[in-house]
């Protein structure tokens, strides 16, 4: 499975940004997925997950409010809408597909991850 993450850009704190991550393959409809973010010189830390069937949505505490996770099982993509941006929400941000048919908070559950895009707020 190959992940395609978009939407990322630069945007004034209090903006908003939809990020899109398309999956190859259908296989990830049955998977739950997630989102984690890498700031420079951080480590890679949990955002969002939803199981695979789009309910029970996770959130990191840090954005919880701020941002939905969705996904659309028949386009093969999941989507971050991230609403009342902060400075400290700049990073990388990662799409992910877990092993198991929920999502997870933790990255080690995951096997497929795509190759990020790149969130700058500014304050």
């Known amino acids: 499975v190959q992940l395609q993450a978009s939407g990322g850009g630069l945007v004034q704190a209090g903006g908003s940004l939809r990020l899109s991550c398309t999956a190859s393959?259908?296989?990830?409809?049955?998977?739950?997925m997630g989102w984690f973010r890498q700031a420079s010189g951080k480590e890679r830390e949990f955002v969002a997950a939803i199981n695979w069937n789009g309910i029970n949505p996770t959130y990191a505490e840090s954005v919880k409010g701020r941002f939905t996770i969705s996904r659309a099982n028949a386009q093969n993509t999941l989507y971050l809408q991230m609403n009342d941006l902060k400075p400290e929400d700049t990073a990388l941000y990662f799409c992910a597909v877990c092993r198991y048919s929920v999502g997870s908070t933790s990255a080690q559950n995951y096997q497929y991850w795509g190759h990020g895009t790149q969130v700058t707020v500014s304050s």
């Open positions: 393959k259908r296989t990830s409809s049955n998977n739950g």
